[in-house]
């Protein structure tokens, strides 16, 4: 057991305290760090581990980047791709349809492409999610070479 961000080798309590909060393995010090971004932005845990997944993957992706309006759970800055991680599907409202809407077409404004992730499909189908994600960059990645 190894701390996904910098490798340090991990104690069991280390490994039991990272799983049973964050569901994926980080040393004391990475934990730390990932509670507080957690605390300050309200960053589901199914982000925290979709952004090691995809870090993993050989992506790199930042966590809880701020595009000047508002804080994105997880962008890849070279595709100009955003993930938001939904985590209320059932109970959306059309206040907050049309903010996911209005929050979409700025971001295309912006030549940003947003795409929005159950946060259940990264519980449950994690690695499939990761495909899906690194297809969707593998797409971005040649349109931008046609733009240019
Ligand atoms: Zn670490």
């Known amino acids: 057991m190894t701390c996904l961000d910098c490798k340090k080798e991990l104690s069991y309590l280390d490994h039991r305290n990272a799983m049973d909060t964050l569901g994926v393995e980080l040393c004391s010090h990475h934990k730390t760090r ?23 993957a050989g992506v790199s992706p930042m966590l809880e980047w701020w595009d000047g309006c508002k804080s994105i759970d997880i962008a890849i800055s070279r595709v100009k791709l955003n993930i938001e991680v939904d985590t209320d599907y059932q109970m959306m409202t059309h206040e907050q349809a049309m903010n996911n809407l209005e929050e979409a077409m700025h971001s295309f404004q912006n030549g940003f492409t947003t795409i929005r992730i159950p946060h259940t499909l990264i519980r449950h189908y994690l690695s499939e999610t990761v495909s899906s994600v690194l297809g969707i960059i593998a797409g971005l990645k040649v349109n931008i070479k046609k733009v240019v």
């Open 34 to 56: 990932i509670d507080k971004l957690i605390r300050l932005n309200n960053t589901p845990v199914e982000a925290i581990q979709l952004y090691y997944s995809l870090k993993d």
